[in-house]
């Protein structure tokens, strides 16, 4: 009769028991992303001439499996000396965005993302260098446009619309084919 129960309440598919979360911020532990580190190594390091080679495919194929193996037992507290916690962030923690407290060696943790901010990571670590180049960039601008400083911002925008962003979707196109250890042409 419980199990019915549950059954027609619906059933919870979150990490927790009895949670629809599946989305999690993670600091993950030092010693599995040496593991991460060391199955990738290869495929890093490849040799550009030998890339499509069916040898080069089957690397990329084991790799990729071990990987899905290695983040599975993971999830499944089943990898030995590495483990997570799930936990909320401190106040100064979703305040500022960032983790102030280091997790026990050998422990990761998850924090439950409520908004699924997958766009943070993209930037994460360049905000002070996104910043600086537009400042760099509208002062430029300002100096070469007499003192303008509406037209540089103008420029400055368009600049960063068209050029930058569609050199960062090429770019980007090539990191999630290297890191998601896929070929390019299967990219749309």
Excluded at 63 to 79: E, K, P, W
């Amino acid at each position: 009769k419980q199990w019915y129960q549950r059954r027609v309440r619906g059933s919870k598919r979150g990490l927790e028991p009895d949670s629809n979360q599946q989305t999690f911020d993670m600091v993950v532990p030092i010693l599995l992303r040496t593991n991460y580190n060391r199955v990738t190594l290869p495929l890093r390091s490849r040799d550009i001439s030998n890339r499509g080679q069916s040898s080069e495919l089957d690397k990329q194929i084991a790799a990729y499996h071990h990987i899905n193996r290695m983040l599975a037992s993971y999830i499944d507290h089943s990898l030995d000396n590495i483990d997570y916690t799930i936990g909320e962030k401190l106040f100064m923690e979703r305040l500022l965005d960032m983790e102030i407290r280091d997790p026990p060696s050998g422990t990761g943790l998850l924090y439950p993302d409520e908004g699924q901010s997958f766009e943070s990571v993209l930037y994460y670590g360049n905000e002070w260098l996104l910043f600086v180049w537009e400042v760099l960039l509208v002062a430029t601008l300002d100096h070469w446009t007499g003192g303008s400083f509406i037209l540089a911002s103008a420029i400055a925008w368009l600049f960063n619309e068209v050029i930058l962003n569609s050199f960062s979707k090429w770019r980007c196109q090539r990191n999630v084919a290297s890191k998601a250890l896929i070929d390019e042409r299967f990219l749309l």
